[in-house]
């Protein structure tokens, strides 16, 4: 009985992380997809807009059009006084599919010495989402398991996500 409560225990935590096991993961089918995604959007309609209001020294947003005008792939990028974040959001059937988030430190601030910096660190965020939740993180090439830190990072890119989608319709 003890062992059937601990492992009920062990699936509903399992469930509710929405983790999928690394090596349910496709990798190289996904990464054809995003290369697909890329390739299309390059010749896809394009919706630019400058985010002035969501970072100190503003950023910009290039959205990827399908054919039915909606977006297959958006970029943003932020920036700050000691750093930037680059987030590239795929979409799949409209839904949120994939995401990697790339945050650059400087060496220093951008109004010393000319606004000439240096990136002296970049953490790299790849996540793939099922969907309405995130299937699987990694930072820097390392799975991440910590139930904390996946469910802030999935509310963030849904936010982020649904930010963008937003400005993507918004006519200046």
């Known amino acids: 009985m003890r062992i059937a ?11 509710s992380l929405s983790v999928v096991p690394h090596k349910a993961l496709n990798l190289a089918a996904i990464d054809a997809h995003v290369l697909e995604i890329q390739k299309q959007a390059g010749n896809s309609k394009q919706i630019h807009k400058e985010m002035y209001d969501q970072s100190s020294d503003g950023g910009e947003m290039i959205a990827y059009l399908d054919n039915s005008n909606y977006p297959m792939l958006v970029t943003a990028t932020f920036y700050g006084e000691t750093g930037k974040i680059t987030d590239s959001l795929y979409y799949w059937d409209k839904q949120l599919w994939f995401v990697k988030k790339v945050n650059s430190q400087y060496d220093k601030s951008i109004y010393w010495d000319n606004g000439k910096v240096n990136i002296v660190k970049q953490d790299a965020y790849t996540a793939y989402f099922r969907p309405n939740c995130m299937g699987y ?8 398991t ?27």
């Open 146 to 172: 910590d139930s904390v830190q996946l469910k802030e990072f999935e509310q963030d890119m849904f936010r982020s996500s649904r930010m963008l989608l937003d400005s993507c319709y918004i006519v200046p």
């Open 137 to 144: 993180l990694f930072i820097n090439g390392k799975a991440i």
């Open 5 to 15: 409560t601990i492992l009920l225990l062990f699936i509903l935590l399992a469930t």
